[in-house]
């Protein structure tokens, strides 16, 4: 085994295997040299489209929280490190880029090119699965530069940031009337709380508390405005901060950003539970089901379930402890992902999707879009197959420079991880039942710490010594 190969995945469900080694092998497909436009791992990571090769900001973010598996085979930073390189003098980074001519693709109804802030999102994570402290240091300004610009342009006198709908992402939404987005403005608390949290790494004190008040204040103003107590549900505003009252998953980036309190946070999961709204079959519609712009065909985004969104409500729902509802929501969402890659029906070969319909299996359509939803969109479709697989299903949780692995399930079953490569150090954990019960058994390069928590039964923490072991759990 070199170091080169993909970690290698137990589960029950060889379908669940299946899809996550053939995510890997379709990934090296969309690594390409901007210059020569040809495959290459040492590239960027992009979809083509037209003959065009546009980098996107919010998936080159997402695609960091699976890339960080790769073993080193890809590089997750990459596509970011783009990003930062294109800032302009005023801070300004764009949503897309023409890597032909590295230019910014803007549009009319997104005119500065404006992406969700979550760049401190994807560096906390990139963080504590590479340890690499320089790299922080080295991005920072760039961070600090970019939440300038978007203060200074796009921040109003009540505390809240008025941007396009666009930004988001959803294209046909119906929020029509919105001038201060939900999601945007949780977005930038998010952006806030992980700034500070790099601050605290870098031991500056200054800075940490610079965004921690930032983030105080961004999370009473959307408390106080956005969050409507009757229906129990975060709301886009319009232009007189009236609240707007369509239900969509852009409340859920609320969870994300830890803003709800504990009631708070039982009313929007009592929403992600309820069938009548984003509790459908295949778990999460980007639109509320009792909408009337609801589509059954997903229709964009009035009811496509999407593989990105569907990763932000699962990362939220961690937040507050739900991690059996966050497994069940996975392993559901999966199942229909697996579905989409091989229908029972011969009609058309399946693949992996950029939407999904919200219930029943197979892909979601658009109206006047017949190009939606991309195929074999790995971009994001990799969240779902990889991270949610590693992170969710198997319920592994990985901190280098902590030396930390959180163990998170709900009941022992045969599953497990080889040769996952954390930094010069492989390491493995299988689960697997013997005539002693159920044994978990290890291997590691070097020392880490090994929190096993089976929720509601027990959770026990272990230095795990260099070498193989194995560990009784009935003797825990």
Known sequence: MNKHDFPQ????????????NKTWSWVSAYWFNPETKEQDNEGLFIYPENQKMIISQFE???????????????????????????QEKNGAIRAKYDVSNNQPVLSSDNPEGLALPLFAWAEFNLYHKSANKRRIKEVMPFLQKYVEWIDANFKKDNGLYAVPAAVSTMANSPRKECVYPIDFNACMAINASYMSALGD?????????????????????????????????????????????????????????????????DSLVNYLN?????????PFPTLSADDSH???????????????FNFMVIKGLEKYGHYELARECAIRHLYFVLEGLMPNEDKEPGDLWEAYLPNKEGKASMKKNSAFPRKRYVLTAGLSTIALMIENVIGLSISLPRKTVDWIIPNLEIMGIENLSLKRNLITILSNKSSRGWEIQMESEKLYYFTINIIDQKKKTLPIPSGKCSMLIDKL
């Open 9 to 20: 995945i137990h589960f029950y469900d060889q379908d669940f295997v299946d899809i996550y």
């Open 274 to 282: 309820d069938p009548k709204t984003f509790g459908t079959e295949h």
């Open 201 to 265: 790494i870098l031991n500056d004190k200054d800075l940490s508390f610079q965004y921690k008040k930032m983030y105080f204040s961004i999370k009473t103003r959307i408390n106080s405005l956005m969050w409507d107590p009757d229906s129990g549900f975060y709301y886009d505003l319009d232009k007189n901060e009236n609240r707007l009252s369509v239900k969509t998953i852009a409340a859920f980036w609320t969870m994300l950003a830890e803003i709800p309190n504990a009631d708070k946070a």
């Open 294 to 308: 609801f589509s059954e065909d997903g229709n964009g985004y009035c009811g496509s379930v999407m593989p990105a």
């Open 60 to 86: 080159s973010i997402f695609s960091s929280f699976f890339l960080v598996y790769s073993n080193r085979n890809f590089d997750a930073c990459k596509n970011i490190d783009y990003f930062y390189a294109r």
